[in-house]
């Protein structure tokens, strides 16, 4: 079954706005977890690691006044692009590393969000 | 840096052909993962390697880890239409908990 959970799967906004992605571990309470976008037909890009309880670690490139992780819980961890622009338009992927039973060098992924900027 | 080359990127083949994706790297990496992903959707596990020369097999998928621990195959036999999509294999980084990324292949399999 499914460990990982992302809402909202779709969400179309205006550009200027703000979007807010959350990303929950189902089964097991995850330290870190991992924030990707992906363009049509690529591959997956990480964006930045989520620590539980601390600032998240960008990857070079990625703006982090622009995304802004938070990290709230053991099982949340949300994604807030700001001041969203059509270059933004992506597939935002969120996943957990180990739990319970599971390697820990394997990631979970989630459903993904599709976000289309106007 | 390190890098995973992965090959082909596009393959189209005939509903019962075979089919060998590849992984390779210069750096030698804790563990490989091939993940399998349909459009619009999240990347599922298929499989973890972990020792090298390690083969794992899932129904009609091989799976390779190199002696060294630095490339990766995954062979397709009697592919189906239902084995269309995209395949990704990733590398756990031991140094950064970080995965690695191959560039996909794209994979249509025709009746």
């Known amino acids: 079954g499914a460990v990982v959970s992302q809402h909202p799967s779709w969400v179309i906004c205006k550009s200027g706005t703000s979007v807010k992605i959350e990303c929950r571990s189902l089964?097991?309470?995850?330290?870190?977890m991992f924030w990707y976008r992906q363009f049509p037909k690529q591959s997956l890009m990480l964006m930045a690691t989520s620590n539980e309880g601390s600032k998240a670690t960008y990857e070079q490139g990625v703006e982090k006044d622009k995304f802004l992780i938070n990290h709230a819980s053991l099982t949340l961890s949300t994604l807030t692009v700001t001041s969203a622009h059509p270059e933004d338009s992506s597939f935002y992927i969120c996943?957990?590393?180990?739990?319970?039973?599971?390697?820990?060098?394997?990631?979970?992924f989630g459903p993904g969000t599709r976000l289309t900027v106007l | 840096t390190q890098l995973l080359e992965q090959s082909p990127q596009f393959l189209s083949i005939q509903e019962g052909e075979n089919l060998t994706v590849y992984c390779n790297s210069s750096s030698v990496f804790s563990s490989l993962q091939w993940y399998r992903q349909e459009p619009g959707e999240g990347p599922v596990l298929l499989v973890t390697?972990?020792?090298?020369?390690e083969v794992k097999k899932l129904k009609r998928l091989t799976f390779q880890f190199g002696d060294a621990r630095k490339d990766s195959s995954l062979h397709i036999t009697a592919a189906q239409p239902g084995d269309t999509g995209l395949y990704l294999c990733?590398?756990?980084?031991?140094?950064?908990?970080?995965?690695?990324f191959g560039q996909g292949t794209t994979l249509q399999v025709k009746p």
């Open positions: 990733a590398g756990s980084s031991s140094n950064t908990g970080k995965l690695i």
């Open positions: 996943s957990t590393q180990g739990g319970r039973g599971r390697s820990t060098d394997t990631q979970y």
């Open positions: 390697v972990v020792t090298g020369g």
């Open positions: 089964d097991f309470q995850a330290t870190t």
